[in-house]
């Protein structure tokens, strides 16, 4: 499994952005999840998204602000990000769960991207 996250931008407070992360391999059947981690801090979970789509789980810092979701005809995952604040500012990674139900931990995810960076002025 490969994934290529992209979308990552410098953006103002309050402005949008939409994160996309290609897939390539067998991950159909996996949760997907965006991570994040800001300089000095440590990774941590956003937004998941069962195997199947229904299911989405989110970190609170971010409920209400940012949309996950999977388009399986493409492979790619998204992360689409509205409200956007400062402390929103950080290296974005996708990843695949090693199952179909996991949690929010990090060991829970396998395969990860490469990031990309998402900076927020205020």
């Known amino acids: 499994v490969q994934l290529q996250a992209s979308g990552g931008g410098l953006v103002q407070a309050g402005d949008s952005l939409r994160l996309s992360c290609a897939a390539s391999?067998?991950?159909?059947?996996?949760?997907m999840g965006w991570f994040r981690q800001a300089p000095g801090k440590e990774r941590e979970f956003v937004a998941s998204?069962?195997?199947?789509?229904?299911?989405?789980d989110y970190a609170e810092n971010v409920q209400g602000r940012f949309t996950i979701a999977r388009d399986y005809a493409d492979h790619t995952m998204y992360l689409q990000m509205n409200n956007l604040k400062p402390e929103d500012t950080a290296v974005y990674y996708c990843?695949?769960?090693?199952?179909?139900?996991?949690?929010?931990?990090?060991?829970?995810?396998?395969?990860w991207g490469q990031g990309t960076q998402v900076t927020v002025s205020s």
């Open positions: 391999g067998r991950t159909s059947r996996y949760v």
């Open positions: 990843a695949v769960a090693r199952s179909s139900v996991t949690g929010r931990g990090l060991t829970n995810f396998r395969y």
């Open positions: 998204v069962s195997w199947n789509g229904r299911s989405t």
